[in-house]
């Protein structure tokens, strides 16, 4: 008996996921549990496995198309089996729209039916903005209409209200496709921009102290757990131990609603060349360095090599972004939503510090922690930057 493949959902937020790879062609033999396609969604690349054995008779979507969860992408069968009608298979996010059309020879204004490929959010956005469909092209995979063409319509509109007459800005001397997680990305930052109200505070940290602890413990860490301790491994620890003791920074907005969460789960900013991934140190609090050092470069390994799940990356309620590595003083990260805040680290420079009066020289670094405001105000958001510092300039406290 054909099997409908349709599109999986990953994730209780999931609507939508994009078709990024066929791992097999039309044709092609492929037995339950093999690796079908690679599937991205607003988080990570996930391998779909075959849910039955048979031969991949019909591929319903092409690499780049996005696809509503649980609309059919594919028919496996035995050969000589008959396949079901593919127009009972549309996918809910296909709509029809009659729209007129210049035909070869056809009465004035005759109209014919097309196909229009819409997501859900942007068909929405598009009824309760009053925006035609039909008058829009889609950016998407395959001329998808998307959440952002019905706003760039919108502000096409707003601005054709107010702004004067412009010169052509100049051609572009190549143009680079939007699409993957690069395209995850952009959405997800334009989201967090646009709706949380972020505001930031900023303080110099000493690092002599976690520095001397590091050195102290990476022999006897590299023996148990085979890997190098690192200084992200510490900042996670001394993050994770202060947010303990302030709830509201490990907290999110759910409707009119502030949720305390019980656990904390730091997620690290890894930058791969496609973009950048955010996987999660579960109940980081409970974990000791070792234990962090040692997840974090699982999960390092397994970003670059393309095999995290979702639930690597899900379940976050603090980020951690260190670019000290790579030269940065200073930065103000974009949060990462639903959560509250993340922080940034800059690199360790030695600098003269005035300390009992004297001039010493000490390695200094800058961190940045970027807040909602709609969650807390800065006096709260301070008390915690300053007792992620008190930590890291006195690790002890880490034993208490």
């Not at 019909?58 to 594919?74: D, N, T, Y």
């Not at 050969?79 to 009659?98: A, R």
């Not at 005759?110 to 009824?127: D, G, Q, T």
């Not at 148990?224 to 301790?229: E, N």
């Amino acid at each position: 008996m054909a099997t409908t493949v349709i599109m999986p959902k990953l994730g209780l937020t999931m609507t939508e996921g994009t078709i990024e790879r066929w791992l097999k062609e039309e044709g092609d033999r492929v037995e339950k549990g093999e690796p079908l396609l690679e599937i991205l969604t607003e988080k990570i690349n996930f391998q779909y496995e075959s849910p039955a054995s048979g031969i991949l008779r019909k591929i319903l979507h092409r690499e780049g198309e996005v696809v509503p969860v649980a609309a059919p992408i594919a028919i496996i069968a035995e050969e000589g089996e008959i396949l079901p009608e593919i127009e009972t298979l549309k996918p809910e996010g296909v709509v029809e729209m009659k729209t007129p059309v210049p035909p070869a020879t056809p009465a004035k204004g005759e109209e014919i039916p097309r196909r229009i490929f819409v997501s859900p959010i942007a068909r929405k956005m598009a009824r309760e903005k009053g925006i035609d469909l039909g008058s829009l092209h889609g950016s998407g995979p395959g001329g998808r209409i998307i959440k952002a063409d019905v706003l760039a319509a919108l502000e096409r509109a707003a601005l054709e209200e107010r702004k004067p007459t412009v010169a052509a800005p100049t051609a572009p001397s190549k143009r680079i496709p939007l699409k993957g997680i690069r395209k995850v990305i952009a959405a997800r930052m334009t989201e967090s921009f646009r709706d949380i109200p972020h505001f930031y505070l900023s303080r110099e940290v000493r690092m002599s102290a976690l520095q001397a602890v590091r050195e102290k413990l990476r022999e006897e860490a590299e023996k148990r757990s085979k890997v190098r301790l690192t200084m992200t491994d510490l900042l996670v620890k001394a993050v994770a131990s202060v947010l303990r003791q302030h709830p509201l920074m490990n907290s999110r907005i759910e409707g009119a609603e502030i949720c305390l969460l019980e656990e904390i789960n730091v997620g690290v900013a890894i930058a791969l060349e496609e973009g950048l991934i955010v996987p999660v140190i579960r109940h980081a609090d409970r974990k000791s360095v070792v234990e962090i050092a040692s997840s974090l470069r699982d999960l390092t390994e397994r970003a670059r090599e393309g095999k995290l799940s979702l639930d690597d990356v899900g379940g976050g309620t603090f980020t951690l972004s260190n670019m000290g590595m790579l030269g940065i003083d200073k930065f103000s990260a974009i949060i990462n939503p639903p959560e509250c805040s993340i922080l940034g680290v800059g690199r360790t420079v030695e600098k003269p510090v005035v300390e009992a009066g004297e001039i010493q020289i000490r390695p200094m670094a800058w961190f940045t922690l970027s807040a909602d405001h709609r969650i807390v105000d800065g006096a709260g958001a301070a008390l915690f930057l300053n007792d992620v510092v008190r930590t890291i300039e006195n690790p002890e406290f880490l034993l208490l």
